[in-house]
């Protein structure tokens, strides 16, 4: 029920290319999705977030999509570049606890 | 965006010995602030909720008295690793979330706290 899944687990994108990582949800009580950021050694930043009501957000190179029958929602990176490379974690919240997902860990090749 | 900042970023202790992990929130108040431990590859797991001027709710698996955990006021929480072991090696992380939007967490930078 408290479940977040994430997929891949690991991401080798060409520089220039799209980057997609995909998580789902079991429990419909969560009321905010969002994505974190993390390189080795530092905490998570937040890069995007979502609410069950907007089916996609976009900011940047950065954009949501959100599908509340489906209970998933997805990353899309456009136009990745070497700077993107670290771990990737959807997670999602309820009044601010997040439960994450398994990370994913994405390489862009230049 | 909110700053919350985590002291020390990194501790060597011996085992058997407490170790205390600051989480402040710089420029807002937080009403709960989250403890969280990652691993070394692995996914960021939340430890327990802290309430500010309440007990600390924890997940089901961390021990209380071993993970000790106060919220003293409106931009500090702290959690005390207490006789540590080197099992309890890892990264710890903290989040505080805003009154105004408390579903919005803000992350320290975490504390890489090792046991020896």
């Known amino acids: 029920q408290q479940q977040v899944k994430q997929s891949p687990q690991s991401l080798i994108v060409q520089k220039g290319g799209i980057s997609i990582i995909n998580c789902a949800y079991e429990n419909t009580a969560f009321d905010y999705f969002p994505w974190y950021q993390q390189f080795p050694g530092k905490g998570p930043a937040l890069l995007i977030a979502?609410?069950?009501?907007?089916s996609e957000k976009k900011e940047g190179r950065f954009t949501i999509s959100f599908n509340k029958s489906a209970k998933q929602f997805s990353l899309h990176i456009m136009d990745s570049q070497p700077g993107d490379s670290a771990t990737y974690f959807c997670?999602?919240?309820?009044?601010?606890?997040?439960?994450f997902g398994q990370g994913t860990e994405l390489s862009v090749k230049p | 965006g909110a700053v919350v900042s985590q002291h020390p970023s990194w501790v060597i202790c011996k085992s058997g010995t407490s170790v205390k992990i600051e989480c402040r929130s710089l420029?807002?108040?937080?009403?709960?602030m989250f403890w969280y431990r990652q691993f070394p590859k692995q996914s960021l797991m939340l430890m327990a909720t802290s309430n500010e001027g309440s007990k600390a709710t924890y997940e089901q698996g961390v021990e209380k008295d071993k993970f000790l955990i106060n919220h003293a006021s409106l931009t500090l929480s702290t959690l005390t690793v207490t006789s540590a072991h080197p099992e309890d090696s890892s990264f710890y992380i903290c989040?505080?979330?805003?009154?105004?939007?408390?579903?919005?967490?803000?992350f320290g930078q975490g504390t890489r706290l090792t046991v020896v």
């Open positions: 979502i609410r069950p009501d907007v």
């Open positions: 989040s505080a979330g805003g009154l105004l939007n408390p579903t919005e967490a803000f």
């Open positions: 420029d807002f108040q937080a009403t709960t």
């Open positions: 997670a999602a919240s309820k009044g601010g606890k997040l439960i």
